[in-house]
């Protein structure tokens, strides 16, 4: 890779507001990787995307993220690729029609959502380093799409972090959207010496293919709601990654290129770094 170029990783790009995100990003001659689940749409979305960016500037890796292995693997792919990531955006994910319980043991709304871009960016810190060292300071950074489905949560319950017990869809994507704020404050908070920035946005409502994964209730409601299009949050996210006004201080939540204050349980420092605790010793017993 030209070493002058920046790189942004975007999750979640083979659909709705993170295909959007890194049209804009290639389009502005970003180095884009692509992370998508779906064999068609991410075909579908690299032809796209590769259309909007400079020869060669687009690749796309296909994961799922309710896997943890898998989310190892595409760090180590995206390792193989770059020796530095300017920006992270942490995008994949989204509600579901029911509980799954994974190969792994975990549940799938929690391990998308949450577990995964925990584990992805822990993995990429070293390339996230690399780009802090050489760039100037604030411009590396870690982008998360929470939601503001994160409001219906009063506080996250640490005897079931994941939503084991009494599952309900829309609350246990509540909880996992909850937890990007938490995890955004904390990473904030511990890659602030090394240079680097996090900081978290919601989209609003947006047309994007969410629903499609979610119960009837959740379909009924996005067919009735007024939404946006996903280039909206995208433009949001790319001024987020590109802009003066995404830098220091990191932990900040923002929505339309402005920043917004989250509910009293995502300024939970005490429950932001338990979040981080609980997370790591899960992800040890899976042997990450
Ligand atoms: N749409 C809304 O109104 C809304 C509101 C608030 C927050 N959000 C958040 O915005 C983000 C993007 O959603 P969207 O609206 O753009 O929905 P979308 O069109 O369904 O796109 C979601 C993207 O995440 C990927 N993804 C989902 N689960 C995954 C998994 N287990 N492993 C790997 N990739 C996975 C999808 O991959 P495939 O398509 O390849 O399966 C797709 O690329 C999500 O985090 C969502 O929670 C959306």
């Known amino acids: 890779m030209d070493a002058e170029r920046r790189v942004a990783l975007v999750t979640g790009a083979s659909s709705g507001i993170g295909k959007s995100t890194a049209v804009k990003l290639a389009a502005r001659g970003w180095q884009v990787i692509g992370v998508g689940r779906d064999p068609e749409r991410s075909a579908a979305a690299e032809a796209e995307i590769a259309a909007a960016a ?11 993220f309710t ?5 190892k693997r595409v760090a180590d792919e995206v390792g193989g690729r770059t020796g530095y990531i300017d920006v992270l955006v942490n995008n994949a994910g989204g509600v579901r029609d029911r509980q799954y319980i994974t190969a792994e043991g975990t549940e799938a709304t929690f391990a998308a959502n949450h577990l995964a871009p925990f584990l992805l960016t822990r993995e990429l810190m070293p390339l996230l380093k690399a780009s802090a060292a ?21 506080a996250l319950d640490f005897d079931d972090l994941q939503s084991l017990g009494g599952f309900q869809p829309a609350f246990a994507y509540g909880r996992a959207k909850l937890a990007n704020i ?7 908070r511990r890659a602030e010496p090394e240079g680097i920035v996090a900081q978290v946005m919601h989209p609003g409502l947006v047309a994007s293919n969410f629903a499609s994964h979610g119960d009837e209730g959740m379909r009924t409601y996005m067919a009735s709601a007024a939404a946006v299009s996903p280039d909206e949050p995208a433009e949001t996210l790319a001024w987020l990654a590109t802009e ?6 990191g932990g900040r939540y923002f929505y339309q290129q402005a920043e ?3 509910s009293a349980a995502a300024q939970d420092d ?3 770094r338990r979040l981080w605790a609980e997370s790591e010793t899960l992800l040890a017993k899976l042997g990450f």
């Open 270 to 272: 005490a429950a932001a």
């Open 134 to 154: 050489s760039r100037p300071s604030g411009t590396t950074r870690v982008i998360a799409v929470s939601s503001t489905a994160h409001r219906m949560i009063d």
């Open 54 to 64: 400079p020869a060669g500037g687009f690749c796309m890796v296909r994961a799922d």
């Open 260 to 262: 917004e204050t989250p």
């Open 182 to 188: 938490l995890f955004t404050r904390e990473l904030a």
């Open 244 to 249: 003066p006004a995404g830098g220091h201080p």
């Open 67 to 71: 896997l943890m292995a898998e989310v």
